[in-house]
């Protein structure tokens, strides 16, 4: 399968295995959940293969290993055909990465029309299925009771349900995706193909669950089986939920608007105590607003941590300058009040605690956090997190 990577937010970093080349340039990683399944891949089929056509020692785990660099190559060429189906279209590939669970393909950006999400989703199933036929067709040819005929049969299965499974219309397979570009097309809006796609990969991991469950009972799945299937159905729901917030979260990026979500900042001049600073924002109604400071001329010039201020004792507050516990506006980096939405978003980073002005030409609008756009794209996610100030 195949994962798109989301925007306006950057390409996952998904890299936790180790490079090991590059494939028609691009970078091919290997996970170290991949070796694992390889290691117990080339012993279980060993001894199953050994069984079947009367092999000893050494000549069953060569027997399994074959299989396994058949199955890496198979899932090698799966993920290829997103990756050059992908470059056919001007989409830059980030890597292949080969995993527990097959692979994945991460692209820099999102695909610009529906048809082009639509063929780069496909490209992997195609390939799979034609790497089962002709698989089908050498088991076919191949003499019966050898082990590359057994490898070959083997690998058939494999692919066609590999195709199969992932051709099914639910996220984050790649019939999700496909099914993401066609009610894209359909409605004219991409979000809305992601948030079906999301929901239908919920239906597919329960009855992924279900299926595993069933045949676990009628005795053609032993625990293995029964475990790896719901490991599976568990990876499809993490998918599928996470498509769901994601096109939840962009339906709300209009209401990201910088001017209307920045705190007002209250501006008292160099010197100013804190005592006085907090009497003259309570004297003003302003109480809520950041403190900031002005210089002679009665610019801004820096903002009050609010961590330091209410570390001061009361009875040192009258007596400790708000410039004593501010930082420089030169520290803080800033966000036009023009910008919206997805634009906003790319530029918030680091601690979502740490401040942002928001800036209409050389003015100071109000100060802005990460959380505070959270707040308005995913309130849900708040409600359990501990409040913090703004770590100014």
């Known amino acids: 399968m195949t994962e798109p990577t989301p925007q306006p937010e950057p390409p996952e970093q998904r890299r936790s295995g180790f490079q090991i080349g590059r494939v028609f340039g691009f970078p ?75 692979g994945y393909t991460e692209f820099e950006h999102d695909s610009p029309r529906p048809g082009v999400e639509f063929t780069t989703a496909i490209a992997g199933p195609v390939v799979s299925g034609l790497l089962g036929v002709g698989a089908f067709v050498a088991a076919v040819l191949l003499p019966e009771g050898t082990v590359a005929g057994q490898i070959a049969f083997q690998l058939a299965v494999c692919n066609v349900i590999v195709a199969v499974y992932n051709a099914l219309p639910g996220w984050p397979l790649d019939g999700g995706r496909a099914l993401r570009a066609l009610v894209w097309a359909a409605r004219g809006n991409r979000d809305a193909g992601l948030l079906v796609a999301g929901w239908s990969g919920r239906v597919v991991a329960l009855l992924t669950a279900a299926v595993s469950a069933l045949l676990f009972l009628t005795g053609r799945y032993d625990g293995w089986g029964l475990a790896f299937g719901l490991f599976v159905a568990y990876s499809i729901w993490q998918g599928a939920a996470g498509a769901v917030l994601t096109a939840r979260v962009r339906r709300r990026y209009p209401l990201v608007d910088p001017t209307a979500l920045a705190k007002p900042v209250y501006a008292v001049p160099a010197g100013t105590s804190l005592a006085e600073a907090d009497r003259r924002a309570d004297a003003d109604g302003r109480s809520a607003a950041l403190l900031g400071v002005t210089g002679p001329d009665g610019q801004l010039v820096a903002l009050v941590v609010p961590d330091a201020a209410a570390a001061v004792p009361p009875a040192r507050r009258p007596w400790v300058s708000v410039e004593t516990v501010a930082r420089s506006i030169d520290a803080v980096a800033r966000i036009p009040a023009s910008a919206r939405g997805a634009d906003v978003i790319k530029l918030l980073r680091g601690d979502p605690a740490a401040p942002y002005l928001v800036v209409n030409g050389e003015d100071v609008v109000g100060v802005l956090t990460a959380m505070d756009v959270v707040q308005v794209l995913d309130p849900a996610a708040l409600k359990s997190a501990p409040a913090k100030q703004t770590g100014i």
């Open 28 to 102: 091919l990683r290997l996970s170290g959940s991949w070796l694992l399944m390889a290691v117990v891949i080339t012993f279980w089929y060993g001894e199953v293969l050994g069984a079947r056509l009367d092999l000893h020692g050494p000549a069953r785990w060569l027997a399994g290993l074959g299989f396994v660099a058949c199955l890496l190559l198979s899932v090698l060429l799966h993920e290829l055909g997103h990756a050059l189906t992908a470059r056919r279209h001007g989409i830059g590939v980030k890597g292949i990465t080969l995993d527990l669970l097959g």
